[in-house]
Nanobody, 126 residues
């Protein structure tokens, strides 16, 4: 079993920055990808960014590309989400998740991920 611990998040102003962290422990060798999703108030959970461990390829949602940067620390089994130029519509609960190998569906699909973090609130105020 894999466990995920998220940290970071909080309150930021429009145009500001925040950094999220997610550390995985347990049977991490069975995992092929780690990603970030978010759930805005009253909306469904949506894809933000993800990385495939084997290739290092990173995927972004169009809504965050160019503003958010996902990075990883393989030694720590951790991923980070640097969020810059924040907008009010970035307000959401952000979740870290891992996907086992082989990847089911696509990297952006919730169905590909089987372990989820507890979520961390990000609020962007104008």
């Amino acid at each position: 079993q894999v466990q995920l611990v998220e940290s970071g998040g909080g309150l930021a102003q429009v145009g500001g920055s925040l950094r999220l962290s997610c550390a995985a422990s347990g049977r991490t060798l069975t995992q092929e990808a780690m990603g970030w999703f978010r759930q805005p108030p009253g909306k469904e959970r949506e894809f933000v960014a993800a990385i495939r461990w084997s290739t290092g390829r990173i995927y972004y949602a169009d809504s965050v590309r160019g503003r958010f940067t996902l990075s990883r620390d393989r030694a720590k089994n951790a991923v980070y989400l640097q969020m810059n130029s924040l907008k009010p519509e970035d307000t959401a609960v952000y979740y870290c998740a891992t996907a086992p190998a082989p990847i089911q569906s696509t990297m952006a699909s919730l169905r590909a991920y089987d372990v989820w973090g507890q979520g961390t609130q990000v609020t962007v105020s104008s």
